[in-house]
């Protein structure tokens, strides 16, 4: 069966630190890969999504930034975090070329200080 | 791009009564249209799908219809229980792809 794994859980920064959060599929070939974020009581928005290795389209332009360097693996990073950039973090897959669900990732949350 | 809007943001009903969310979309290319569930402080969880080609689809108590025509699709969930509390998110993709997520309904089901 497929798994998805995020980490880390919870995660306190500086403005201005960098940051890298991590989320590994295993289970499945070639997913699709995604990157949300939801504010405090707030819906999910679509950052980041992957088709394939190298292959990342940007939803929304800001100082983020996402990386697949292997075909279950997907990072996001920025260089600089902002005070706004504080929210739960989603990874999800979900199956290329078919009519199937996300799955998400236990996320983590980010309280940028 | 893809636009879903979700009504309404907040429902409260009685423990045994019937709770319906409604959301539009804007893209025709969307043909799947999954519902979620999150608890607070936890992940989103599938709990009801429905494709382009189908009208409606019912498990147990949780049904969702579709109206292609009018780019309308609907939660129903019948005998409400405590444990129905939550978030509930529409969304519609293309082809299972760029899945674009409605605002949000915050229920509560009153004992």
């Known amino acids: 069966s497929q798994t998805i794994h995020q980490w880390p859980a919870t995660l306190v920064q500086p403005v201005g630190s960098p940051l890298s959060l991590e989320c590994t599929v295993e289970?499945?070939?070639?997913?699709?890969l995604y990157w949300y974020r939801q504010a405090a009581g707030r819906g999910l928005q679509l950052l980041f999504y992957?088709?394939?290795?190298?292959?990342i389209s940007s939803e929304v332009p800001q100082n983020l930034s996402a990386s697949r360097p292997q075909d279950r693996q997907f990072i996001l990073s920025s260089k600089k975090l902002l005070l706004s950039d504080s929210g739960f973090y989603l990874c999800?897959?979900?199956?290329?070329?078919?009519?199937?669900?996300?799955?998400f990732g236990n996320g983590t949350r980010l309280t940028v200080t | 791009g893809e636009n879903v809007e979700q009504h309404p943001s907040t429902l409260s009903v009685q423990e045994g009564d019937s709770a319906v969310i409604k959301c539009t979309y804007s893209?025709?290319?969307?043909?799947?249209f999954p519902w979620y569930k999150q608890e607070l402080g936890k992940r989103p969880q599938l709990i009801i799908d429905?494709?382009?080609?189908?009208g409606e689809k019912k498990d147990q108590r949780i049904a969702v219809t579709l109206n292609k025509t009018a780019k309308h699709f609907s939660l129903h969930i019948t005998e409400t229980q405590p444990e129905d509390s939550a978030v509930y998110f529409c969304?519609?993709?293309?082809?299972?792809?760029?899945?674009?997520f409605g605002p949000g309904t915050r229920l509560s089901v009153l004992p």
């Open positions: 999800a897959w979900s199956v290329t070329g078919n009519n199937s669900p996300l799955h």
């Open positions: 289970g499945t070939s070639n997913p699709n």
């Open positions: 992957s088709v394939g290795i190298g292959q």
């Open positions: 893209d025709s290319a969307s043909n799947y």
């Open positions: 429905i494709r382009s080609n189908v």
């Open positions: 969304a519609a993709s293309p082809y299972g792809q760029n899945f674009v």
